[in-house]
């Protein structure tokens, strides 16, 4: 796996040959995780195996099993994030047979034949992603600053608040 990967690939004749690609993806070519990606040289292994089914549907099978480096969004420091991908989307040729597809079955439209390796990798890591991504609190020099949790507020801050009920109480008497 030394080679990387083509972005755009021909999916229809590829899942016709059943053809399968190893190489790498470099992170710094999936523009839509730069926000949330630390080192732009990150090098993803990722299989991409196209077949046709027994219905004669077209499938794209994505596998990868890595590290990113993201952003602790307590420290602001790197750390490394363990990401597995393993997934299977449909080639569909245009909008209307993406629409007729069954609900658990996730259809990628082809673009003239093409479909965009890249753009599906980019859209599973996505969905893997932490929303909110943090050190291990044991490991994050941010997380001493956070330690004020239910019940450990700060004892010198007074609320004066009004009890609501004490109108009721009034009302009783």
């Known amino acids: 796996m030394n080679r990387q990967l083509p972005d755009h ?3 229809r004749k590829m899942a016709d040959h059943d053809v399968c690609l190893e190489g790498f993806v470099p992170v710094a070519k999936l523009e839509r995780l730069d926000t949330m990606t630390r080192e732009a040289g990150d090098l993803l292994p990722v299989t991409a195996t196209f077949r046709r089914n027994e219905a ?4 794209l099978r994505l596998e990868m099993r890595s590290e990113l480096t993201i952003e602790c969004q307590r420290c602001l420091e790197g750390y490394r994030y363990p990401i597995e991908v393993d997934c299977e989307v449909m080639l569909v040729r245009d ?12 259809p990628v439209v082809l673009d003239d034949d093409a479909v965009s ?8 890591i ?16 941010g997380s001493a600053s956070f330690e004020l949790g239910p019940g450990k ?3 010198s801050v007074e609320l004066d608040v009004e009890n609501p009920f004490s109108v009721l109480a009034k009302l009783k008497k």
Do not use: M, N
């Not at 004669?56 to 499938?59: D, T």
């Not at 390796?117 to 599973?124: A, M």
């Not at 996505?126 to 020099?141: G, I, K, N, T, Y």
């Open 9 to 11: 690939v021909d999916g």
């Open 56 to 59: 004669r549907h077209r499938w």
């Open 95 to 106: 909008d209307e047979i993406a629409k007729i597809v069954p609900r658990h079955v996730e």
């Open 117 to 124: 390796i890249w753009e599906v990798l980019s859209d599973e």
């Open 126 to 141: 996505l969905l893997v992603l932490p929303q909110v991504s943090q050190h291990d609190v044991a490991h994050c020099q």
């Open 153 to 155: 507020a700060d004892a």
